[in-house]
């Protein structure tokens, strides 16, 4: 979440504070007095003079819709064989960029859609969710976890 929001930090003349551009044309300002503490994934900000508000991963779930309970975790040494889209579609390689997943997405078969929305779940989480560049290489976990589909969707 903080990374997002760093990504859209834009150039502001107060070296005191940090601004943050939102949707089109909506600016949002950090300065030390508005960020009051940050603590355990809490952020709480002073609005006007005395009202405190906070944001935490509740708010979060609340804002976005996305499933925020903590998600299935998947050990990549342990789960290597029968992983059918690393295996049939990346050929069983597990050092893949963003790159590479744009690539087989758009080379994949209409005719299996199975694949195409795996596909399309990965590079979601991956290239939105994360906001990585194409050059990243793609998390292993994310990999395999996307290869069952309802396993998947419990990712928050």
């Not at 979440?1 to 949002?28: A, C, Y």
């Not at 002073?46 to 975790?73: A, N, W």
Request: hydrophobic share 45%; glycine share 2%; with cysteine.
């Amino acid at each position: 979440m903080v990374h997002q929001l760093l990504l859209r930090e834009v150039e502001n003349p107060n070296t005191n504070e940090m601004w943050f551009l939102v949707g089109k044309d909506k600016i949002i300002r950090f300065s030390i007095q508005e960020f009051c503490v940050v603590t355990d994934l809490q952020m709480w900000f002073l609005v006007g003079e005395d009202k405190m508000i906070r944001f935490s991963i509740q708010e979060f779930c609340v804002v976005t819709s996305l499933h925020c309970s903590p998600y299935p975790r998947i050990d990549v040494y342990i789960k290597v064989e029968g992983v059918r889209l690393r295996d049939e579609i990346f050929n069983g390689n597990m050092n893949l960029e963003i790159n590479d997943l744009e690539v087989a997405f758009l080379k994949a078969s209409c005719d299996n859609d199975e694949t195409v929305v795996k596909l399309a779940l990965l590079y979601f989480v991956e290239t939105i969710l994360l906001a990585k560049v194409k050059t990243s290489l793609i998390d292993n976990e994310h990999l395999l976890l996307v290869d069952d589909v309802e396993q998947f969707k419990k990712y928050p």
